[in-house]
């Protein structure tokens, strides 16, 4: 799923589901190169994360928000509070274990 500014914190702030957010730009060589990877890691973990993609030209005040300073970034929120980030490309394998590790709550 694609989001913009205006329903970002709408989505993200209610969802039940740890949401790994990819930020990307069409013109990123890399961003595209990961898409495939980030779409595989989307199906293989439908079920326990949410997979969303924020294009940091047409999402300014997020990604500003966020502090993106490089792309491909992602971000995994749970609960809509940010509990990992990481940047560069990913293979799918890699990309799924990350966020596996990230999402699990800490211990209280």
């Known amino acids: 799923m694609e989001l ?3 329903h970002f914190d709408r989505l993200t702030k209610r969802e039940t589901l740890p949401a790994v957010v990819d930020f990307w730009a069409t013109w ?3 961003c595209h190169a990961m ?3 980030f779409a595989a890691a989307a199906r ?3 079920y326990s994360h949410r997979f969303i993609k924020v294009d940091v030209d047409e999402a300014t005040a997020t990604a500003r928000r966020f502090g993106i300073l490089s ?3 992602l971000v995994l929120l749970r609960e809509g509070r940010e509990v990992g980030r990481t940047s560069g490309v990913m293979r799918t394998p ?4 990350w966020v ?3 999402a699990q709550p800490s211990p209280t």
């Open 100 to 102: 596996l590790s990230t």
């Open 4 to 6: 913009d500014d205006n």
């Open 35 to 37: 898409a495939p990877a």
């Open 71 to 73: 792309i491909p970034t």
């Open 28 to 30: 990123c060589g890399p």
């Open 94 to 97: 890699q990309l799924v274990s």
């Open 44 to 46: 293989e973990l439908r």
